[in-house]
């Protein structure tokens, strides 16, 4: 197999884009990505886009090649890929698949989604798709509800308080404030989250990550090829994806996800690196108490110490591992099929010591996507390549 | 047994294993032979949560409680609801299955 490397990134902010649709964000994003890359059109052998809702909240299928020719990209294969809210990371490892593979030298990868212009009531029926309905759907179980049902199981092993969790969103929303792309950062107190309505206990309003519109894109080529264009690449050490239990009650626990453990402990072995090296991941928070059980998932934190870590500041931009630098879901936002794309955009430019919450002497990130109930999962590893 | 306080599963005519459903073929050896039985309505609270917000099919019965069950019998876990859970409710506790609505189970806590 092929080595890949990342050569261009774009990205639309993340936010309300009002009136723009979703087609729209993609391409803005791909065009910013190809000329980043330095890529022609006519290298691009392959596209694949991640989306997961924009047939139930748009009434538009067939979008990798919608984009694909209002890029004027050739006849090549566009794909759309579909897992969730790991759409956007499962579009990644096929492209990486594509390159590695030999079928292609050069591809691109895009995220898009559209939410903001739906009631809350159609985002989460739609966003309720992501369950297997038959079984876990029927009682009127929620993406909230999930992960308050972790918060719970959390608290009574591991003591975690509303504090220690109210650390992760106090950070994110910070590192958010000074991230352009960034759909909600703030200065908050814990007071304030403290007083935000409850959702699912223990899960509170600033718990839950935004409704968001955006999309992202991401040139992948072949690493000679790297090599030759004279700019700075990120390599792909490792690219993985994992399943997990399809049903909320099939998993044998509920405060950690299997699909994550097992896709991180193979990306270790992939990339030949320790969980030590790796100096920052940005992680799948779809809600404040989703970063402390994915940070111990991906072996990143002692278990049962992902709450303490926030607290004590361990996971700041300084600290001992960063974790989600760009603000993460819960800051950023959350257009469920460009977030996997997103994820990796944020540690190129962090790779590439250019990020606005630059991490020091970064070299190696991780990035981290995960799908419905915890069905689908992939972790990627990249280092920053030599010019 | 009262269909009020058990559990639908499916049990495997050819290895026996239990399965909450729903499921076309047996997960351990492929069977096709699931046959529809009741298990008893009794087992430990795994977690729970209060739905304050709700998709919009449910949006009338918020908020509600909604749980995860495992069941004595073989393990079996199951998602339910669970009848007006005080504030503290302790995970871990005995609870067991009081009425069978659409395609899911209320569960009420016991006392200890």
């Known amino acids: 197999m092929r080595q890949v490397s990342i050569l261009g990134i774009g990205s639309t902010a993340f936010g309300r884009h009002a009136g723009t649709s979703i087609e729209t964000l993609a391409v803005q994003a791909a065009a910013q990505a190809l000329a980043d890359a330095d890529v022609a059109r006519d290298e691009i052998g392959a596209l694949y886009l991640g989306n997961f809702i924009s047939g139930p909240l748009n009434g538009q299928e067939v979008l990798a090649g919608m984009v694909a020719d209002r890029l004027g990209l050739p006849n090549i294969p566009c794909t759309k890929v579909e897992g969730a809210c ?29 939410m903001t212009h739906a009631s809350g009531a159609e985002v989460t029926a739609a966003l309720n798709c992501a369950m297997d309905n038959r079984s876990d759907g029927v009682s009127g179980l929620t993406f909230p509800g999930l992960f308050g049902m972790a918060w719970r199981i ?72 790297a090599r030759r264009s004279g700019r700075l690449p990120v390599d792909v050490l490792a690219s993985v994806q994992t399943r997990g239990a399809s049903r909320i009650a099939g998993h044998a626990d509920l405060c950690s996800f299997d699909a994550t453990v097992s896709a991180a402990s ?122 | 047994m009262s269909d009020a306080t058990t559990i639908p599963a499916l049990r495997c005519t050819a290895c026996g294993t239990l399965d909450p459903g729903p499921r076309e073929i047996c997960a351990a050896c492929l069977s096709s032979g699931l046959e529809p039985v009741h298990v008893e309505g009794e087992g430990s609270l795994v977690a729970w949560t209060m739905i304050r917000r709700a998709p919009k099919n449910f949006r009338d019965e918020a908020p509600y409680a909604v749980c995860v069950v495992e069941l004595d019998t073989a393990g079996l876990r199951v998602t339910g609801r669970l009848l007006d859970p005080a504030k503290d409710l302790p995970i871990g506790i005995r609870v067991h299955a009081i009425e069978r609505r659409n395609g899911y189970s209320i569960f009420e806590g016991k006392s200890a």
């Not at chain 1, 909600?184 to 519109?213: H, K, N």
């Open chain 1, 86 to 114: 790991a759409s956007g990371g499962i579009a990644f490892r096929h492209a990486v698949l594509a390159i590695a593979s030999g079928q292609c030298d050069a591809a691109l990868v895009v995220g898009a989604e559209t």
């Open chain 1, 154 to 225: 959390h608290a009574a092993r591991y003591g975690t308080t509303r504090r220690q969790v109210s650390a992760v969103i106090r950070k994110n929303k910070s590192n958010g404030l000074r991230n352009p792309l960034a759909q909600m950062g703030a200065e908050l107190t814990d007071d304030v989250i403290e007083q935000s309505p409850m959702i699912c206990d223990p899960l509170q309003l600033y718990d839950c990550c935004p409704v968001s519109d955006g999309a992202a894109a991401l040139v992948l080529v072949a690493r000679d090829r």
């Open chain 1, 266 to 387: 193979r990306a270790y072995e992939m990339a030949g690196i320790r969980p030590q090296d790796v100096n920052l991941v940005e992680l799948h928070d779809c809600f404040s108490i989703a970063e402390i059980v994915d940070s111990e998932d991906l072996g990143l934190i002692p278990r049962g110490q992902g709450a303490a870590w926030a607290a004590e500041g361990r996971t700041s931009v300084s600290g001992d591992i960063p974790i989600n630098p760009s603000g993460g879901l819960l800051a950023k936002g959350h257009p469920v099929g460009a977030t996997g794309v997103a994820q990796i955009h944020e540690a190129v430019l962090q790779l590439r010591g250019m990020h606005t919450n630059q991490v020091k002497n970064a070299e190696i990130a991780m990035t981290h996507n995960l799908g419905g109930t915890g069905i689908a999962c992939t972790v990627n590893i990249l280092r920053r390549g030599n010019a």
